[in-house]
């Protein structure tokens, strides 16, 4: 990457330099030359290859979103899932944080969870004293879609303090 913005540094590049250094700077790589350049730069829709993704991170969000959606289906109000607690997001980035409650949110677009499920979700892992704004923002568009009033005032305050 660097001798590649070395050598283009403030300066255009077609698709024919970029296939020449590319191929330069990577001779010794056996696997340069079956790339199939046509299929990379000329054909339609998405490149030729496959990505593959380590979603392990992410399915355990999705998973306890889920977990917390099938407690409530109805939005009607019940207990919390069995079994959860704060180690359920113990180590957890702002990134996951988020997944979660956003997928949450995506499971509930129908039916709001009830306010006592929110508030089961805040007592469980103390969401309403988050300080990240991605968490906060997500944690109160969760709560408010669920009708829980006890989150207005961290509405307010994050809106007059974030600006968003």
């Known amino acids: ?5 070395q050598a283009f540094a403030f300066k255009t590049v077609d698709s024919s330099q970029f296939r ?7 001779s010794s790589n056996p696997a340069v ?3 199939d350049w046509d299929a990379w730069l000329y054909s339609p829709g998405m490149p030729p290859v496959t990505n593959s993704y380590d979603t392990s ?3 355990a969000a999705y998973d306890l979103a889920v977990k917390w959606h099938t407690a409530d289906v109805m939005g009607i109000g019940a207990d919390p899932p ?26 509930r677009s129908l039916t709001p969870l009830a306010p006592s499920m929110a508030r089961a979700m805040d007592k469980t892992y103390s969401l309403d ?3 990240n704004c991605e968490i906060r923002c997500a944690w109160y568009k969760l709560a408010v879609d ?19």
Request: aromatic share 10%; charged share 15%; net charge negative.
């Open 57 to 59: 991170l992410a399915n």
């Open 20 to 26: 020449t250094f590319f191929e330069q700077h990577f």
């Open 82 to 107: 069995a079994g959860v607690g704060p180690a359920d997001i113990e180590g957890w980035s702002s990134a996951q944080m988020v997944a979660f409650l956003e997928k949450l949110g995506q499971l």
């Open 146 to 164: 669920a009708g829980d009033e006890s989150v207005y005032p961290g509405v307010v305050d994050m809106l007059s303090s974030q600006g968003r």
């Open 33 to 35: 030359a079956s790339i």
């Open 1 to 5: 990457m660097v001798a590649y913005l």
């Open 129 to 131: 004293a988050a300080k």
